[in-house]
């Protein structure tokens, strides 16, 4: 059994549902300008044990991630060649960052009014970029390990403080076998 909402709460509940149901989000205008955000074609070379020995695939990367960490030799990648695209539900090992502030700040949201704290970098709506997620790859994991540490000392300053961060998906390769 779940403890009793006290009755401030359920007000603040409607309170922020009643805001959230009349927020009316504004019309873009034809031909407004737009955040572009380019892609690049890489050539990614597939560490999984289950890939055929020296598998490689196509992925698209941010260009603006890939020279945030430090542009292609340092991620481990390649220009795009003819290998193919790679296959559905393949995920890349990824480094992420996100760059903050020195100092977080307490915002509203504009649909509903509730409060949270902001930590990235630049004003909200200012157009300023702060997560960056790029592939990275070696040829063995060890060499990857050391990448992966390579980059985090490069970036550590370029964070933003205490609450930047930078982390690393692992790669994931789907493996599917029939019944038959």
Known sequence: MGRRKSASYLEQQLKYAKAREAYKAPQREEGAA???QPKVAVKYA???P???ASAAFTIQASKKAIAFF???TALGLAEAATDPEAPRGF???RIIAMVSDSSPAVVRAKGSGRAYTRYGAGARGGGTQYNFTAPITSDTPANLKAKILGIV???KGSVGGAYGRIWLEPEEYPYVA???
């Open 70 to 72: 430090g542009g292609d």
């Open 46 to 48: 597939v560490l999984s």
């Open 153 to 155: 000392e490069a970036k």
């Open 178 to 180: 029939s019944g038959e």
């Open 50 to 52: 289950l890939a055929a």
């Open 91 to 93: 995920k890349p090992a």
């Open 34 to 36: 737009t955040q572009r």
